[in-house]
């Protein structure tokens, strides 16, 4: 399969002089569930950000579908959607049916395609039942929700989650890693970053581990959960006695 994510000696370096990237190359292919595991600092989050504009890089580039993100941000904003482990920060709308519209609305659809997109949106997130109700009333489990509702309406290529399941309970990492797994089904290409392996790591088939702004593992999810602890991230003790696959918080 042909890559769909291109990213070459990308290097990013904060106003204060912290380096968050130090010359990344990665290429992710089209389809793949990819988890980026590392611990709080290891370049995570930030890598995530340049694949849809939101930071540009110091040097290096990033191409989404061939197309320089650097070069046409807006672009890659709606091949890249983006799940932040804030769910509130990406709320705008006055009810759940606004805050899903959003989207579709600044590509400028017609009336009849967004409302069309945006009921299917909520009732494959089983949100139809909230469409009136205030986002900011929901849980968090449905509030994350509702972000993948409002990425499903953009029908972007890359999916891109960072930290979905953090603060949420039991019931929630379901609902959540459930709609992920649809997205996946569905043929989209899923990025998760995440320090807590054995919430997703069963769904995926690439692993990454990031440390100091680098990519420091990269493989398979079985050849390489055995170090996960030598990159600050909790080895999911299931994985000795029953294998990666057996993980899976919806089985």
Same mark, same amino acid.
């Not at 805050?99 to 009336?111: H, I, T, Y």
């Not at 603060?167 to 797994?181: C, E, H, M, T």
């Given at each position: 399969m042909s890559a769909i994510i291109e990213i070459e000696n990308l290097t990013h370096?904060? @106003?204060d002089g912290t380096v968050g990237l130090d010359?990344?190359?990665v290429e992710i292919e089209a389809g793949a569930f990819v988890v980026i595991a590392g611990a709080n600092g290891s370049g995570k989050t930030t890598l995530l950000r340049h694949l849809n504009g939101l930071l540009r890089p110091t040097s290096g580039s990033v191409r989404v579908a061939g197309i320089s993100v650097q070069e046409n941000p807006m672009q890659s904003r709606v091949l890249v959607g983006m799940v932040f482990q804030d769910a509130d920060s990406q709320i705008v709308g006055e009810t759940v049916r606004d805050d899903v519209a959003f989207g579709p609305e600044n590509l400028r659809l017609d009336r009849a395609e967004i409302d069309r997109r945006v009921g299917e949106a909520l009732s494959v997130t089983g949100l139809t039942p909230l469409a009136d109700k205030r986002p900011h009333l929901l849980s968090g489990g449905e509030k994350r929700r509702l972000a993948i509702a409002g990425i499903l309406a953009m029908r972007p290529r890359v999916v891109v989650c960072d930290e979905p399941f953090a603060n949420l309970d039991y019931p929630g990492v379901r609902q959540v890693l459930d709609q992920i797994l649809r997205l996946h089904? @569905?043929?989209g290409t899923i990025i998760v970053t995440t320090h807590d392996?054995?919430?997703v790591l069963a769904h995926a088939n690439r692993l990454i581990f990031m440390r100091g702004g680098r990519i420091e593992g990269d493989g398979p999810p079985p050849a390489l959960v055995a170090r996960a602890?030598?990159?600050g991230v909790r080895h999911p003790r299931a994985v000795q006695h029953l294998g990666v696959e057996a993980l899976s918080w919806l089985s």
């Amino acid at each position: 399969m042909s890559a769909i994510i291109e990213i070459e000696n990308l290097t990013h370096r904060f @106003a204060d002089g912290t380096v968050g990237l130090d010359r990344v190359t990665v290429e992710i292919e089209a389809g793949a569930f990819v988890v980026i595991a590392g611990a709080n600092g290891s370049g995570k989050t930030t890598l995530l950000r340049h694949l849809n504009g939101l930071l540009r890089p110091t040097s290096g580039s990033v191409r989404v579908a061939g197309i320089s993100v650097q070069e046409n941000p807006m672009q890659s904003r709606v091949l890249v959607g983006m799940v932040f482990q804030d769910a509130d920060s990406q709320i705008v709308g006055e009810t759940v049916r606004d805050d899903v519209a959003f989207g579709p609305e600044n590509l400028r659809l017609d009336r009849a395609e967004i409302d069309r997109r945006v009921g299917e949106a909520l009732s494959v997130t089983g949100l139809t039942p909230l469409a009136d109700k205030r986002p900011h009333l929901l849980s968090g489990g449905e509030k994350r929700r509702l972000a993948i509702a409002g990425i499903l309406a953009m029908r972007p290529r890359v999916v891109v989650c960072d930290e979905p399941f953090a603060n949420l309970d039991y019931p929630g990492v379901r609902q959540v890693l459930d709609q992920i797994l649809r997205l996946h089904r @569905a043929g989209g290409t899923i990025i998760v970053t995440t320090h807590d392996l054995e919430k997703v790591l069963a769904h995926a088939n690439r692993l990454i581990f990031m440390r100091g702004g680098r990519i420091e593992g990269d493989g398979p999810p079985p050849a390489l959960v055995a170090r996960a602890e030598s990159f600050g991230v909790r080895h999911p003790r299931a994985v000795q006695h029953l294998g990666v696959e057996a993980l899976s918080w919806l089985s």
